[in-house]
């Protein structure tokens, strides 16, 4: 889920800079990405599913690593984004480093949008149901869900453990909920849950406190709009994808050999809030150390 803007702590570059010339965000700079990128790893080989309202296509930051992916909606139709969220997303994980917008955190990384939201940012159970059977059926490594249902529903709960069984990464954003609950499916168990954070690692003001495993860059952050602009965002949803890019990254490394996934993410956690783990940043703000 989205917010608008946020009180900026940056100064942050004007939406025409980014037509023009190639900037790195905030967000993954703190992250510490650069330095995967130092050695070649891009993503190159990983599948990820963007399970949103799909994708603009034709922008110019996204590039042929954009497959056609599934509209769950309607079938036999691409998965345009004809709300707009998804291409927000998109952009985080996948923006071309091609001298112009933002440098995507996972480039080389295949990307299948899967389009599980309308066009008025609204999706059915159904819906999200068979988008995770698709992406079962066609071996997708990480799917980011960048939204939160305000209830339990034992039918989405098994589709989730499904794909976790079949051993797909699910990563999924905390509710907006403003000190409330996370909402689902982040509160499941096995799912990666994230919240959202500014420059500063303060919490994101409308995140909810509950259920909470990482955090991300949230406030403030730019990425690919369906215009074929760029646009600046705040909300737990604009952080999950980067924590999708940077599980890619990990993945194409084989980082997890000694360890398992979620291990490895709490060993690279920096510790923001309380000692150890706590309600308002889970395990911490994740970056490679």
Same mark, same amino acid.
């Given at each position: 889920m989205l917010t608008k803007?946020? /009180?900026?702590?940056?100064?942050?570059?004007?939406?025409?800079?980014?037509?023009?010339?190639?900037f790195?965000?905030?967000?993954?700079?703190?992250? /510490?990405?650069?330095f995967y990128w130092s050695k070649g790893i891009t993503g190159s080989g990983i599948k990820i599913a963007i399970m949103d309202s799909g994708v603009n296509f034709n922008h110019p930051d996204l590039s042929s690593n954009i497959q056609d992916g599934y509209n769950a909606i309607n079938p036999n139709n691409l998965p345009i984004d004809d709300y707009g969220h998804g291409t927000l997303m998109t952009g985080i994980v996948g923006s071309k @480093?091609?001298?112009?917008?933002?440098?995507?955190?996972?480039?080389?990384?295949?990307?299948?949008?899967?389009?599980?939201?309308?066009?008025?940012?609204?999706?059915?159970f159904l819906h999200i149901q068979k988008g995770i059977?698709?992406?079962i059926d066609n071996d997708i490594d990480i799917i980011n869900m960048s939204f939160?249902?305000?209830?339990? @529903?034992?039918?989405?709960?098994s589709s989730i453990k499904k794909a976790l069984d079949a051993g797909i990464i699910i990563v999924a954003s905390v509710s907006?909920?403003?000190?409330?609950?996370?909402?689902?499916?982040?509160?499941?168990?096995?799912?990666?849950?994230v919240t959202s954070v500014d420059s500063n690692f303060r919490k994101g003001e409308t995140a909810s406190l509950d259920d909470i495993d990482f955090a991300a860059p949230g406030v403030d952050v730019i990425t690919t709009s369906s215009d074929l602009k760029y646009?600046?965002?705040?909300?737990?949803?604009?952080?999950?994808? @980067?924590?999708?890019?940077?599980?890619?990254?990990?993945?194409?490394?084989s980082f997890?050999?000694?360890?398992?996934?979620?291990?490895?993410?709490?060993?690279?956690?920096?510790?923001?809030?309380?000692?150890?783990?706590?309600?308002?940043?889970?395990?911490?703000?994740?970056?490679?150390?």
């Amino acid at each position: 889920m989205l917010t608008k803007i946020q /009180n900026s702590y940056l100064s942050l570059p004007t939406i025409q800079e980014y037509e023009t010339k190639e900037f790195l965000s905030w967000g993954i700079e703190k992250m /510490n990405i650069p330095f995967y990128w130092s050695k070649g790893i891009t993503g190159s080989g990983i599948k990820i599913a963007i399970m949103d309202s799909g994708v603009n296509f034709n922008h110019p930051d996204l590039s042929s690593n954009i497959q056609d992916g599934y509209n769950a909606i309607n079938p036999n139709n691409l998965p345009i984004d004809d709300y707009g969220h998804g291409t927000l997303m998109t952009g985080i994980v996948g923006s071309k @480093h091609n001298g112009i917008g933002i440098k995507g955190i996972a480039p080389d990384s295949q990307i299948y949008p899967v389009k599980v939201l309308d066009e008025f940012g609204e999706g059915s159970f159904l819906h999200i149901q068979k988008g995770i059977e698709w992406c079962i059926d066609n071996d997708i490594d990480i799917i980011n869900m960048s939204f939160a249902l305000p209830t339990d @529903h034992a039918d989405l709960k098994s589709s989730i453990k499904k794909a976790l069984d079949a051993g797909i990464i699910i990563v999924a954003s905390v509710s907006n909920s403003y000190d409330g609950k996370s909402g689902f499916p982040a509160s499941y168990d096995g799912v990666i849950a994230v919240t959202s954070v500014d420059s500063n690692f303060r919490k994101g003001e409308t995140a909810s406190l509950d259920d909470i495993d990482f955090a991300a860059p949230g406030v403030d952050v730019i990425t690919t709009s369906s215009d074929l602009k760029y646009q600046y965002v705040s909300g737990t949803s604009i952080a999950t994808p @980067h924590i999708t890019g940077m599980i890619a990254l990990m993945l194409q490394e084989s980082f997890f050999n000694e360890r398992d996934l979620f291990e490895q993410l709490k060993a690279t956690a920096l510790d923001i809030g309380e000692e150890g783990y706590d309600s308002e940043f889970g395990w911490g703000f994740i970056k490679i150390k």
